[in-house]
């Protein structure tokens, strides 16, 4: 298959796809990857990147931390790497956004590459360098814009991975057809029933390769999110503080998707879109058995309250990306509070 090009002058690079690396400088290699991913593919990682020292974070959410961040860093002091090594992430979009920013950080930032292993990190995360960890305050709220120098995507390691975990992923490839293609969402319509069919590589390998289609053209239009890259925003504005406030037991995905139903049902109050664009995305979550609805209970205070601390904000504005047509989305920022809160209450 060809690589695609995130076109960013020189910083540019390539995604490739297959199980070997592409062809890079050489240099000493600190690979970071996760419990769950070691066990499972320890020797697979050990023949890509070679020869590495490797350094295994605990699995799950709770690690995008300072912590972890710090231990990353220390290691690579531990090991005497100079400014002549890289970084390497092997993992999901936790393993991901961490070792690029700990990448980013160690001796005032050293080159890094990504190789996705969870559907997530394959449509969304491992393109586009940014890179962070959460706080209490909010999801992704310390972090830099550090491209990485590849990205190698192995469609066969979505093999292993769970159902959740691919409905994780899942939620992203919907928004990334929702915001940008039309006929990649008819795509998804007709062969939604496939979508939990491991088997199906030829059909996950398109998949996986339109979606970073459409986020190495998004990111080259606007690398720090000026602008266009904000659109990539879709459904965020109400997922970051869902997964906040659930303590990440709600995972991103699930809460994107419940993100764009809020933004859905926003743009419908605004009489932004149609009632059957809104059934047509619903019916799409549905089926690839994607949540809708909010947690039971879902603090309306504290959920405006994290919305207040989104990046996408400006003068003090909370901002949606909402939808206009199956394909196409708007950034809008001047909504009263009370619309949000009614969506919120009726979702
Ligand atoms: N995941 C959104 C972005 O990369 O801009």
Known sequence: MNDIRVELAERSYNINFGKTLPVLAPRKTLLVTDSNIYKLYADLLKE??????????????????????????RKAA?????????FAAAGGGVTGDLTGFAASC??????????????????????????????????NLIGAFHQPES??????????LSDRELANGLAEVVKTAAIADEKFFSFLEDNAKHLYDRGKTALFDEIVRRCCEIKAHVVSCDEKESG????????????????????????????????MECAGLLA??????????????????????????????????????????????????????LPVSTGSVKVVSDI????????????
């Not at 890509?48 to 860093?73: H, Q, R």
């Not at 990205?151 to 292993?160: D, G, R, S």
């Open 228 to 259: 266009l890259r904000a659109i990539l925003n879709y459904g965020h504005t109400f997922a970051h503080p869902v997964e906040t406030l659930s303590s990440y037991r709600i995972s991103h995905g699930e809460a994107v998707s419940i993100g």
């Open 48 to 73: 890509m990147v070679k020869p590495a020292d490797i350094f295994v974070i605990p699995a799950g959410e709770e690690s995008k931390n300072a912590d972890t961040f710090l231990a990353i860093c």
């Open 336 to 347: 009263p509070v009370e619309l949000i809160r009614k969506v919120i209450s009726e979702n």
């Open 268 to 321: 419908l109050e605004l009489g932004m879109w149609s009632k059957e664009q809104y059934l047509r995305q619903a019916a799409l979550l549905d089926a690839l058995h994607l949540p809708r609805r909010l947690p039971e209970n879902t603090d309306i205070d504290s959920v405006i309250e994290l919305m207040k601390s989104d990046k996408k904000n400006r003068n003090g504005k909370i901002t949606f990306v």
């Open 78 to 86: 531990e090991l005497h790497l100079g400014r002549d090594c890289r």
């Open 151 to 160: 990205v190698t995507v192995n469609t066969a390691f979505l093999a292993t």
């Open 106 to 139: 160690y001796l005032r930032g050293v080159p890094f590459i990504q190789i996705p292993t969870s559907l997530l990190a394959m449509v969304d995360s491992s393109v586009g360098g940014k890179t962070g960890i959460d706080i209490p305050e909010g999801k």
